[in-house]
């Protein structure tokens, strides 16, 4: 098969935060969508690796805030390329609180959607989780972004990352995710991109 087909999908990106105890915390997802009207239900599907899933796995509750066109790398930085686990990525983030007491960002976004996990899936590396709509609100008309538009439009160009004449010369990979350049004839397979921590699958040719 062409696995380039997989890439004609179109996705959104979303904030996806949760609340344990007094930890607040939340990372970037782009699997999020209604599945059902009656009941309103969502789907969501998390990676395992974050912390956000684990305290989803616990709490059964988050809130997903919709990124809208005018979100910037710095909020994929903050949000992506790091983890709750040593970090407070709220910090220097402008937020609100849901009715659920889960926060959710009041910039660059255009709504956001509370959810109660009602069943979860075990899709190995990832937890897909089905959640009741328990709450919401629009706030701005600014169209989503998504997964297309963000590499069209907000991650670092490959122009202001490419090198000089001479250095293109030079063989390398560059992460799809950030748009960060290794150079060298062939990646380790074990690599992981410094900036935005994303492995050798994330990375293509020059
Ligand atoms: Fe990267």
Do not use: W
Request: hydrophobic share 35%; charged share 25%.
């Amino acid at each position: 098969m062409d696995s380039h087909v997989m890439n004609q999908l179109s996705y959104g990106l979303f904030v996806l935060t949760a609340k344990e105890g007094e930890k607040d915390n939340g990372c970037i997802i782009n699997t999020a969508i209604q599945v059902t009207t009656s009941p309103n239900r969502v789907l969501i599907a998390v990676n395992k690796d974050n912390y956000t899933h684990d305290m989803i796995m616990k709490t059964k509750e988050f809130n997903l805030t919709i990124l809208d066109e005018s979100a910037t790398f710095d909020t994929f930085k903050q949000f992506g390329f790091q983890s709750g686990r040593d970090t407070d990525k709220l910090a220097a983030i402008s937020f609100s609180r849901a009715e659920n007491g889960i926060v959710y960002l009041t910039k660059e976004s255009n709504g956001y959607i509370s959810g109660k996990v009602a069943d979860m899936v075990d899709l190995g590396t990832h937890t897909a989780f089905i959640a009741d709509v328990t709450g919401g609100e629009v706030l701005s008309e600014n169209p989503s972004v998504t997964y297309s538009y963000y590499h069209a439009n907000i991650k670092p160009a490959r122009k202001q990352t490419e090198k000089t004449e001479k250095q293109e010369e030079k063989k390398g990979y560059i992460c799809k995710i950030c748009g960060y350049i290794y150079e060298g004839d062939t990646l380790p397979p074990d690599f992981v991109c410094p900036i935005c921590k994303h492995g050798a699958d994330d990375f293509e040719p020059l």
